[in-house]
């Protein structure tokens, strides 16, 4: 069984911080590109930022500068530090982790709240 489980979200104000954490139960975590995506309301699920086996990251042109993905292999965990945080950041946050012929699997969301 694979099961990734995000923390940390909650409501905030526009400037504020925020640090979202994922768990993951993946048998070889360390194989594994991660990512974090977003979904607003009324919105497609969005790229945030992901992270390959070999630590490079990318980051969507919206988030870049102010949020940051990391990962540590030993707890099998993946995190995405968000500074300066908007209005137009609120959305549900979903830890998500893809490997070819392993699978791609995603977590339950948390809910980021960015209060004007």
């Known amino acids: 069984q694979v099961q990734l489980v995000e923390s940390g979200g909650g409501l905030v104000q526009a400037g504020g911080s925020l640090r979202l954490s994922c768990a993951a139960s993946?048998?070889?975590?360390?194989?594994?590109?991660m990512g974090w995506y977003r979904q607003a309301p009324g919105k497609q699920r969005e790229l945030v930022a992901t992270i390959t086996s070999g630590g490079s990251t990318n980051y969507a042109d919206s988030v870049k500068g102010r949020f940051t993905i990391s990962r540590d292999n030993a707890k099998k965990a993946v995190y995405l530090q968000m500074n300066s945080l908007k209005p137009e950041d609120t959305a549900v946050y979903y830890c998500n982790a893809n490997y070819p012929g392993y699978g791609s699997h995603w977590g339950q969301g948390t809910q980021v709240t960015v209060s004007s």
């Open positions: 993946l048998y070889i975590f360390s194989v594994y590109a």
